[in-house]
Protein backbone atom coordinates (compact mmCIF):
# COMPACT_ATOMS: atom_id res chain seq x y z
CA UNK A 1 0.00 0.00 0.00
CA UNK A 2 1.58 3.41 -0.89
CA UNK A 3 2.46 5.67 1.96
CA UNK A 4 0.36 8.91 2.17
CA UNK A 5 2.57 11.52 1.06
CA UNK A 6 1.58 10.17 -2.62
CA UNK A 7 -1.20 12.83 -2.41
CA UNK A 8 1.27 15.69 -3.26
CA UNK A 9 2.00 18.66 -1.36
CA UNK A 10 -0.94 20.71 0.27
CA UNK A 11 -1.72 24.33 0.18
CA UNK A 12 -3.17 27.35 1.26
CA UNK A 13 -2.87 31.33 0.95
CA UNK A 14 0.23 33.05 1.86
CA UNK A 15 0.00 35.88 4.24
CA UNK A 16 1.18 39.25 3.81
CA UNK A 17 4.88 39.04 5.85
CA UNK A 18 7.85 37.24 3.56
CA UNK A 19 9.59 35.19 6.11
CA UNK A 20 7.89 32.86 8.74
CA UNK A 21 9.93 35.01 11.14
CA UNK A 22 6.82 37.08 11.70
CA UNK A 23 3.78 34.79 12.54
CA UNK A 24 2.10 36.42 16.01
CA UNK A 25 0.91 34.15 18.70
CA UNK A 26 -2.12 31.64 17.29
CA UNK A 27 -4.32 32.84 20.32
CA UNK A 28 -4.30 36.14 19.01
CA UNK A 29 -5.37 35.62 15.65
CA UNK A 30 -8.92 35.88 14.21
CA UNK A 31 -10.50 33.99 13.33
CA UNK A 32 -10.38 31.51 16.43
CA UNK A 33 -9.01 27.84 14.74
CA UNK A 34 -10.35 24.90 16.32
CA UNK A 35 -8.90 21.04 16.40
CA UNK A 36 -10.87 18.80 14.16
CA UNK A 37 -9.79 15.14 13.92
CA UNK A 38 -8.84 14.88 17.10
CA UNK A 39 -10.33 15.91 20.56
CA UNK A 40 -7.34 17.71 21.67
CA UNK A 41 -7.58 21.93 22.95
CA UNK A 42 -5.42 23.62 20.25
CA UNK A 43 -2.29 24.86 22.36
CA UNK A 44 -2.06 21.44 22.68
CA UNK A 45 -2.54 20.21 19.26
CA UNK A 46 0.21 22.69 18.65
CA UNK A 47 2.78 21.20 21.00
CA UNK A 48 1.99 17.87 20.01
CA UNK A 49 2.26 18.65 16.38
CA UNK A 50 5.43 20.41 16.92
CA UNK A 51 7.07 17.51 19.44
CA UNK A 52 6.06 14.75 16.70
CA UNK A 53 7.85 16.41 14.14
CA UNK A 54 10.81 18.11 15.45
CA UNK A 55 11.50 16.34 18.90
CA UNK A 56 10.98 19.36 21.23
CA UNK A 57 8.67 22.17 22.01
CA UNK A 58 10.06 25.05 20.50
CA UNK A 59 11.80 25.53 16.78
CA UNK A 60 14.48 28.31 16.31
CA UNK A 61 13.13 30.52 18.98
CA UNK A 62 8.97 30.28 17.79
CA UNK A 63 6.80 28.74 19.83
CA UNK A 64 4.60 25.92 18.55
CA UNK A 65 1.51 28.02 18.34
CA UNK A 66 3.73 30.36 15.73
CA UNK A 67 5.00 27.22 14.08
CA UNK A 68 1.32 25.62 13.33
CA UNK A 69 -0.03 28.74 11.77
CA UNK A 70 3.32 29.68 9.90
CA UNK A 71 2.70 26.30 8.14
CA UNK A 72 -1.06 27.07 7.94
CA UNK A 73 -0.16 30.46 6.26
CA UNK A 74 2.68 30.17 4.28
CA UNK A 75 3.67 26.32 3.83
CA UNK A 76 5.49 27.20 0.56
CA UNK A 77 8.38 28.64 2.87
CA UNK A 78 8.37 26.19 5.63
CA UNK A 79 8.25 23.06 3.26
CA UNK A 80 12.16 24.05 3.12
CA UNK A 81 12.24 24.96 6.79
CA UNK A 82 14.57 21.08 8.22
CA UNK A 83 12.24 20.43 11.05
CA UNK A 84 11.02 17.05 10.14
CA UNK A 85 13.50 14.67 13.07
CA UNK A 86 14.94 11.21 10.99
CA UNK A 87 16.72 9.65 13.64
CA UNK A 88 17.75 6.41 11.56
CA UNK A 89 20.64 6.54 9.64
CA UNK A 90 19.58 3.14 7.11
CA UNK A 91 17.10 5.82 6.24
CA UNK A 92 19.08 8.92 5.56
CA UNK A 93 21.22 7.41 3.54
CA UNK A 94 17.85 5.61 1.63
CA UNK A 95 16.64 9.20 1.41
CA UNK A 96 20.25 10.67 0.06
CA UNK A 97 20.39 12.90 2.99
CA UNK A 98 23.36 13.68 5.56
CA UNK A 99 21.61 15.22 8.42
CA UNK A 100 19.39 13.93 11.34
CA UNK A 101 16.48 16.54 9.98
CA UNK A 102 15.38 17.48 6.59
CA UNK A 103 12.50 19.90 5.54
CA UNK A 104 9.47 18.43 3.38
CA UNK A 105 11.04 19.35 0.30
CA UNK A 106 13.87 16.77 0.17
CA UNK A 107 11.21 13.79 0.79
CA UNK A 108 10.20 14.46 -2.29
CA UNK A 109 11.95 14.61 -6.34
CA UNK A 110 9.59 16.86 -8.40
CA UNK A 111 6.21 14.83 -7.86
CA UNK A 112 7.69 12.16 -6.39
CA UNK A 113 7.50 10.78 -3.23
CA UNK A 114 10.74 8.92 -1.92
CA UNK A 115 9.25 6.50 0.45
CA UNK A 116 7.25 4.93 -2.22
CA UNK A 117 10.55 4.76 -4.52
CA UNK A 118 11.84 2.74 -1.80
CA UNK A 119 9.01 0.52 -1.51
CA UNK A 120 8.99 0.19 -5.27
CA UNK A 121 12.52 -1.06 -5.68
CA UNK A 122 11.33 -4.36 -3.43
CA UNK A 123 12.46 -3.22 0.53
CA UNK A 124 9.69 -3.73 2.63
CA UNK A 125 8.24 -1.01 5.46
CA UNK A 126 10.45 -0.30 8.60
CA UNK A 127 9.12 1.37 12.17
CA UNK A 128 11.39 4.27 10.32
CA UNK A 129 9.16 4.60 7.48
CA UNK A 130 6.08 4.36 8.52
CA UNK A 131 7.47 6.94 11.80
CA UNK A 132 8.24 9.29 8.57
CA UNK A 133 5.55 8.77 6.58
CA UNK A 134 3.34 9.75 9.69
CA UNK A 135 5.28 13.12 10.21
CA UNK A 136 4.62 13.46 6.41
CA UNK A 137 0.93 12.73 6.51
CA UNK A 138 0.38 15.36 9.48
CA UNK A 139 1.71 18.23 7.86
CA UNK A 140 -0.47 17.01 4.27
CA UNK A 141 -3.36 17.26 6.38
CA UNK A 142 -2.93 20.63 8.79
CA UNK A 143 -1.85 22.82 5.05
CA UNK A 144 -5.37 20.78 3.74
CA UNK A 145 -7.54 21.67 6.41
CA UNK A 146 -8.10 18.22 8.12
CA UNK A 147 -6.34 18.80 11.37
CA UNK A 148 -7.87 22.06 12.31
CA UNK A 149 -9.78 24.64 10.17
CA UNK A 150 -11.91 28.18 11.93
CA UNK A 151 -14.60 27.81 13.80
CA UNK A 152 -17.89 27.98 12.30
CA UNK A 153 -19.59 31.15 12.49
CA UNK A 154 -22.15 31.56 16.06
CA UNK A 155 -20.33 29.01 17.48
CA UNK A 156 -18.93 30.03 21.09
CA UNK A 157 -15.80 30.32 21.54
CA UNK A 158 -13.88 28.75 24.58
CA UNK A 159 -13.40 30.73 27.98
CA UNK A 160 -10.10 33.21 28.32
CA UNK A 161 -10.00 31.47 31.50
CA UNK A 162 -9.91 28.34 29.93
CA UNK A 163 -7.58 29.50 26.88
CA UNK A 164 -4.78 30.87 29.48
CA UNK A 165 -5.02 27.50 31.90
CA UNK A 166 -3.74 25.31 28.74
CA UNK A 167 -1.35 27.41 27.25
CA UNK A 168 0.09 27.83 31.43
CA UNK A 169 -0.06 23.66 31.56
CA UNK A 170 1.66 23.89 28.37
CA UNK A 171 4.05 26.21 29.10
CA UNK A 172 5.33 24.48 32.77
CA UNK A 173 6.59 20.95 31.92
CA UNK A 174 5.13 19.61 34.92
CA UNK A 175 5.84 15.78 33.57
CA UNK A 176 9.84 16.54 32.98
CA UNK A 177 10.10 18.46 36.44
CA UNK A 178 8.13 15.51 37.96
CA UNK A 179 10.35 12.37 37.30
CA UNK A 180 13.79 14.15 37.19
CA UNK A 181 12.76 15.45 40.81
CA UNK A 182 11.00 12.20 42.07
CA UNK A 183 13.84 9.61 40.88
CA UNK A 184 16.26 12.06 42.62
CA UNK A 185 14.88 12.45 45.81
CA UNK A 186 13.77 8.77 45.78
CA UNK A 187 17.56 7.36 45.45
CA UNK A 188 19.12 10.45 47.78
CA UNK A 189 15.97 8.90 50.57
CA UNK A 190 17.39 5.53 49.97
CA UNK A 191 20.72 5.89 50.20
CA UNK A 192 20.02 8.18 53.72
CA UNK A 193 18.06 5.41 54.84
CA UNK A 194 20.65 2.75 54.08
CA UNK A 195 23.34 5.20 55.74
CA UNK A 196 20.85 5.51 59.06
CA UNK A 197 20.35 1.81 59.04
CA UNK A 198 24.24 1.35 59.44
CA UNK A 199 24.18 4.42 62.36
CA UNK A 200 20.94 2.70 64.19
CA UNK A 201 23.08 2.06 67.69
CA UNK A 202 23.36 5.90 67.93
CA UNK A 203 21.17 7.81 70.93
CA UNK A 204 17.88 7.92 69.01
CA UNK A 205 16.01 11.77 68.49
CA UNK A 206 14.13 13.84 65.58
CA UNK A 207 15.63 12.58 62.20
CA UNK A 208 15.52 16.18 60.31
CA UNK A 209 17.00 14.40 57.23
CA UNK A 210 13.17 12.18 56.82
CA UNK A 211 11.38 15.07 57.70
CA UNK A 212 12.70 16.87 54.55
CA UNK A 213 12.52 14.03 52.62
CA UNK A 214 8.37 13.89 54.04
CA UNK A 215 8.31 17.76 52.96
CA UNK A 216 9.48 17.49 50.13
CA UNK A 217 7.19 14.42 49.02
CA UNK A 218 4.45 16.87 50.07
CA UNK A 219 5.60 19.36 47.70
CA UNK A 220 5.83 16.77 44.58
CA UNK A 221 2.72 15.92 45.12
CA UNK A 222 0.84 18.95 45.59
CA UNK A 223 2.57 20.26 42.78
CA UNK A 224 1.86 16.93 40.46
CA UNK A 225 -1.87 17.01 41.86
CA UNK A 226 -2.30 21.09 40.53
CA UNK A 227 -0.76 19.98 37.14
CA UNK A 228 -3.33 16.87 36.91
CA UNK A 229 -6.08 19.36 37.98
CA UNK A 230 -5.85 21.84 35.64
CA UNK A 231 -4.82 19.25 32.59
CA UNK A 232 -8.45 17.55 33.72
CA UNK A 233 -10.22 21.74 33.74
CA UNK A 234 -8.21 22.12 30.17
CA UNK A 235 -9.31 18.47 28.84
CA UNK A 236 -12.76 19.00 29.77
CA UNK A 237 -13.09 15.04 31.28
CA UNK A 238 -10.84 13.06 33.56
CA UNK A 239 -7.25 12.49 32.28
CA UNK A 240 -7.58 8.62 31.61
CA UNK A 241 -7.85 8.90 28.20
CA UNK A 242 -4.53 7.54 26.87
CA UNK A 243 -1.13 5.89 28.18
CA UNK A 244 0.41 9.64 29.17
CA UNK A 245 -2.13 10.55 31.05
CA UNK A 246 -2.39 7.23 32.89
CA UNK A 247 0.85 6.66 33.48
CA UNK A 248 0.11 10.49 34.97
CA UNK A 249 -2.19 9.18 37.27
CA UNK A 250 -0.65 5.89 38.58
CA UNK A 251 1.99 8.36 39.79
CA UNK A 252 -0.62 10.31 41.88
CA UNK A 253 -1.82 7.51 43.14
CA UNK A 254 1.20 6.40 44.31
CA UNK A 255 2.58 9.28 45.87
CA UNK A 256 -0.66 9.39 48.02
CA UNK A 257 -0.54 5.57 48.96
CA UNK A 258 3.30 6.90 50.10
CA UNK A 259 2.07 9.45 52.09
CA UNK A 260 -0.14 6.94 53.55
CA UNK A 261 1.94 4.70 55.04
CA UNK A 262 5.98 6.32 54.92
CA UNK A 263 5.45 6.05 59.06
CA UNK A 264 4.55 2.47 59.06
CA UNK A 265 6.78 1.12 57.08
CA UNK A 266 9.80 3.60 56.30
CA UNK A 267 10.83 1.81 53.10
CA UNK A 268 7.62 2.74 51.17
CA UNK A 269 8.99 6.96 50.99
CA UNK A 270 12.09 6.28 48.88
CA UNK A 271 10.28 3.87 46.64
CA UNK A 272 7.30 5.54 46.65
CA UNK A 273 8.90 8.16 45.37
CA UNK A 274 11.53 6.29 42.76
CA UNK A 275 8.10 4.02 41.35
CA UNK A 276 6.08 7.62 40.72
CA UNK A 277 8.97 8.99 39.19
CA UNK A 278 9.62 5.82 36.96
CA UNK A 279 5.67 6.31 35.88
CA UNK A 280 6.09 9.65 35.31
CA UNK A 281 9.03 9.12 32.75
CA UNK A 282 7.06 6.42 30.80
CA UNK A 283 4.77 9.45 30.28
CA UNK A 284 7.47 11.82 29.59
CA UNK A 285 8.89 9.44 27.17
CA UNK A 286 5.18 9.18 25.31
CA UNK A 287 4.82 12.58 25.27
CA UNK A 288 7.72 13.08 23.53
CA UNK A 289 5.97 11.16 20.59
CA UNK A 290 2.12 11.76 20.59
CA UNK A 291 -0.57 10.34 19.19
CA UNK A 292 -2.47 13.08 16.99
CA UNK A 293 -4.43 11.37 14.51
CA UNK A 294 -7.62 9.24 14.85
CA UNK A 295 -6.46 5.52 15.68
CA UNK A 296 -8.18 2.48 13.74
CA UNK A 297 -11.33 1.76 15.83
CA UNK A 298 -11.08 -2.01 17.75
CA UNK A 299 -14.46 -2.96 16.32
CA UNK A 300 -13.22 -2.19 12.84
CA UNK A 301 -10.93 -5.06 12.58
CA UNK A 302 -11.29 -8.10 10.98
CA UNK A 303 -10.20 -9.98 14.32
CA UNK A 304 -14.21 -9.37 15.33
CA UNK A 305 -15.47 -12.19 12.94
CA UNK A 306 -13.42 -14.78 15.17
CA UNK A 307 -13.94 -12.97 18.28
CA UNK A 308 -18.09 -13.86 18.41
CA UNK A 309 -18.64 -17.06 17.85
CA UNK A 310 -15.46 -18.32 19.82
CA UNK A 311 -16.89 -16.51 23.17
CA UNK A 312 -20.57 -17.54 22.09
CA UNK A 313 -18.48 -21.37 22.04
CA UNK A 314 -16.90 -20.19 25.40
CA UNK A 315 -19.68 -20.06 27.52
CA UNK A 316 -20.95 -23.32 28.99
CA UNK A 317 -17.14 -24.08 29.60
CA UNK A 318 -17.13 -21.46 31.87
CA UNK A 319 -19.72 -22.71 34.34
CA UNK A 320 -17.14 -24.75 36.17
CA UNK A 321 -15.42 -23.46 38.90
CA UNK A 322 -11.92 -24.38 37.96
CA UNK A 323 -12.30 -22.75 34.34
CA UNK A 324 -13.76 -20.01 35.21
CA UNK A 325 -11.34 -18.87 37.70
CA UNK A 326 -8.68 -19.97 35.10
CA UNK A 327 -10.23 -17.81 32.69
CA UNK A 328 -10.53 -15.03 34.78
CA UNK A 329 -6.75 -15.43 35.56
CA UNK A 330 -6.16 -15.18 31.92
CA UNK A 331 -8.33 -12.48 31.62
CA UNK A 332 -6.43 -10.29 33.63
CA UNK A 333 -2.97 -11.15 32.41
CA UNK A 334 -5.06 -10.62 28.65
CA UNK A 335 -5.52 -7.02 30.17
CA UNK A 336 -1.99 -6.30 31.47
CA UNK A 337 -0.95 -7.49 27.62
CA UNK A 338 -3.22 -5.33 26.11
CA UNK A 339 -2.29 -2.26 28.25
CA UNK A 340 1.78 -2.61 28.45
CA UNK A 341 2.75 -4.57 26.30
CA UNK A 342 0.62 -3.00 22.99
CA UNK A 343 1.45 0.47 24.01
CA UNK A 344 5.13 0.00 25.17
CA UNK A 345 6.33 -2.62 23.47
CA UNK A 346 3.93 -3.72 20.25
CA UNK A 347 2.78 -0.53 18.89
CA UNK A 348 1.02 -0.52 16.25
CA UNK A 349 -2.07 0.34 14.85
CA UNK A 350 -4.62 -0.43 17.82
CA UNK A 351 -1.87 1.36 20.26
CA UNK A 352 -3.85 4.18 23.13
CA UNK A 353 -0.86 5.69 24.52
Known amino acids: MPFCGI ?52 YKGLS ?40 LNQLFNGESYKLNSILEEGKQPTKAMRELDEKV ?39 KLLFMTCLTL ?14 SSQPQGRDWGWTVFTVCLW ?9 YLLHWYVAQRIPLGNGYE ?18 RIRIVLPFGFLLAGFALLVAWLGQRNPQITPLMPVLSSPLLIYAVPLHAKSLPVLQQPK ?14 MT ?6 FLGGMHSYA
Not at 219 to 227: P, T
Not at 246 to 263: N, S
Request: aromatic residues 14%; positive net charge; contains cysteine.
Open 7 to 58: IGYGSASPCACSTWHCCSYWQELPPPISPVATDKCTSTLAHDFLNKLYGKST
Open 64 to 103: AEQVVYGWLARPDVWKAEPMIRVKDKQLQRELGVRSEYVS
Open 137 to 175: GLILMLTEGQLIKPLPQGMPPLSDTRIEAEICYNQIPFC
Open 186 to 199: GFLAFFYMLYRTGR
Open 219 to 227: AVFLFHLCG
Open 246 to 263: TMQFMALTLLILTLLLRR
Open 323 to 336: WFNLYLTLAFLTVL
Open 339 to 344: YFGVNY
